[in-house]
């Protein structure tokens, strides 16, 4: 919907968009993990020339009874 949208509208749309991720999950103690992310988006939103970048950060605490 959101491209037929655009399209009506005369916005330019790329053929497509890409996204690449990078990700790594490191113990800080045998309960605790934190991982790290970071995404590179090309043309998003299927908008041509547009880049973008996100970072994310997630804690997994786990235990046993």
């Known amino acids: 919907r ?3 949208a655009l399209a009506r509208d005369g ?3 790329a053929g497509s968009d890409w996204a690449i991720e990078t990700t790594y999950a490191l113990a800080l ?13 090309i043309n998003p939103a299927y908008e041509p020339g547009r880049k ?13 009874f």
């Open 2 to 4: 959101a491209r037929r």
């Open 11 to 13: 916005e330019e749309l």
């Open 29 to 41: 103690a045998n309960w605790l993990s934190v991982q790290p992310s970071v995404q590179y988006f």
């Open 52 to 64: 973008a970048w996100m970072g994310g950060l997630r804690f997994v605490a786990s235990w046993a």
